[in-house]
Structures are given as C-alpha cells and as structure tokens.
C-alpha cells in the first residue's frame, strides 16, 4: 500500500464541483476554512441521508462503492465522504491532526455543512468508521436517526487479544515470526512486508479472494490509503492496533448503553474482528440489531454482498417505515 495519490484532486478547483460533489470547510485549530474536505450526494431522500464514514484511518470512500449497485434501487440517499488526509480532501502534514477527537468534529461540521439532522440522520462507519461512529454518536447522538457500525469491535484490546489468540495461531508460523520481527525493525516499507500480509492474512480475513479478483474500488481505494495517518493511529498491518498507535487503548464496550438510537451491529465470520464480541455489542445497545454475514470477512460488502445489502437496505428502510 502506498500514499495517497492525487488523482482526484479536488481542493481549490470548484470548477469540478459538480455530480452532487461539495467541499465543506472545516473550521479548527488552523482557523476558520483552513482544511476542506470532500463529498458526494447520491440519490435523493428527504427522510433517509446516509453519511458514510470509510475505513482506515487514512483510507477513502472508493472501497464503499458497491453501495451504488443496492442503496440507490432501495431508494437510500447516502453521501460518500473523503475525511481529511484521505483521497479528494486537503491533505496536511500536521501530525496532531490524527486525533480521534478532531475527527468527531470534523464529522459534526461535515454533518451541518450537508444539512443531516435527527429526522433524515443515519451514520454508517466501517472499520475504523465504526470507532469514529460510536464516537460521534456518544457526543452528539442528538442529531442521528439512526448508526450503523460495521465490521468493528467496540474496544482494540478486545480486538489486539482476538487477533493474537484467534487469528495468528491459523497463520503459518513462519509466516507470523517474519513478520512480526519486520515489524520490530521497523521494515514495514519492505514489499515483503506486505505479501506476507496478503498472502497469509488479508485473503483470509480482510477480503476472502484471490487478491488478483479484488474488485477494482478496492484496489484503488487501497492504493491511496494515506500511510502516514493509518500508521500513525492504526499502526502498519491488521494484526492488531499497534501499542505506540494512537488508538491502542480505545475502549468503549461500557458506553453502549448510552447510545438510544437504532443501531445496527454487522459482524461476519472471517472477520479480523470477532463475530461474537459484534453481536454482543448489539444486545447491549438499546436498540441494537445484529447483521451475521455467515460466508463473509472484514469487507463483507464484498465477499458475502447479499446477505450485507439485504440486512443494511432493510435496517435503513426501516428507519422511515411504521416501526422507524
């Protein structure tokens, strides 16, 4: 995986802006306006916005575009979303921009700047997303009609322990030892590095497919993660959050509770996160759901796409219809 490109640079060219694309300004510590970032509107529902929050950190919306091939036939209006540092938006080199914090304002502005609010209002985060969604809603859960948190445990020791007691003791043995001492040496650069990863973890629990059939939104998508900010808060690889990474010690499996608005749970088999901790997390959420996704993995949007779309299309249709 490399930087993010600039294949689609969008910053400072409004003449681009077009499609149901909008760059909203945030405003911070670098003053009002200083940082923009990217949008797109898709469909058009004026009772059911979906604000779609992509994994990472770092990563960008391209990998949610199979989104286009289910949500618009439901009739789901729904705004793909660059955080800053990733894909169309501004990408400083400020590292105490990487704070989980300034995200979730970020969000909030991104949030008004649409015009979302708690009649129309549903979060969906992913991955990291999910982190960020759970965050936002435990801050300003006044404004959400509905979360969805896909594909992610509500705390990263839960996640580190399932990874070095669940997952690692599958991989060949040779294979982890590698790379881990890669990791300790700071090689993570190395292309070695990677095919490992590929090889011995990702094709079985980030998307279950050859990588050479990735479909092409998450190759590209992967291409441009920005490896400054995934390292920074993440660390190098899936096995786990990094200890020296901003978000190794995020927990918050207590403050399920406080989060009253439907919620929809998405857990699969194969994932790096554990299915049964997803699942616990929907019986604990008031209003929890939980999506299983039998055949799929960290991209079930992917790998098991019919049984992810059905439950996600009927979770959100749901939220304008009798029982809403």
Not at 161 to 170: D, G, H, I, R, T
Not at 184 to 199: C, D, H, K, V, W
Request: a negative charge.
């Amino acid at each position: 995986m490399q930087a993010i490109s600039s294949y689609l640079d969008y910053s400072g060219r409004d003449d681009l802006l077009s499609g149901g694309v909008k760059m909203v300004s945030l405003d911070g510590a670098a003053g009002p306006g200083a940082h923009r970032v990217w949008t797109k509107r898709v469909g058009n529902n004026h009772a059911l916005k979906v604000l779609v929050l992509h994994g990472g950190p770092g990563g960008t919306h391209e990998l949610y575009e199979a989104f286009d091939s289910y949500l618009p036939a439901a009739g789901v209006e729904y705004y793909y979303y660059d955080q800053l540092g990733a894909g169309n938006s501004d990408k400083p080199e400020d590292p105490s921009l990487w704070e989980l914090s300034r995200f979730v304002e970020e969000v909030e502005q991104v949030r008004a700047a649409l015009g979302l609010d708690r009649d129309n209002f549903v979060l969906y985060g992913h991955s990291w997303g999910g982190i960020l969604g759970i965050e936002y809603a435990l801050r300003y859960q006044e404004h959400l009609k509905g979360l969805v948190i896909s594909n992610m445990m509500s705390s990263v020791p839960a996640y580190n322990e399932y990874a070095e007691n669940a997952l690692m003791p599958e991989m060949d043995q040779s294979a982890l030892t590698e790379i881990k001492a890669m990791e300790a040496a700071g090689e993570i650069e190395n292309p070695r590095y990677m095919s490992l990863l590929l090889e011995h973890h990702y094709v079985q629990h980030v998307l279950r497919m050859p990588t050479e059939q990735w479909p092409e939104p998450v190759q590209r998508g992967l291409a441009h993660l920005n490896q400054t900010v995934y390292v920074t808060m993440q660390g190098p690889s899936e096995l786990g959050i990094a200890p020296g990474a901003t978000l190794a010690r995020w927990e918050r499996t207590a403050d399920l509770g406080n989060i009253a608005v439907p919620t929809l749970v998405v857990g699969a088999r194969y994932d790096t996160m554990d299915p049964a901790h997803m699942e616990m997390m929907a019986a604990k959420l008031p209003r929890g759901r939980y999506l299983y996704c039998p055949e799929g993995s960290h991209m079930a949007m992917y790998d098991d796409q019919e049984t992810y779309f059905r439950g996600l299309t009927e979770f959100l249709l749901g939220l304008v219809g009798p029982q809403g």
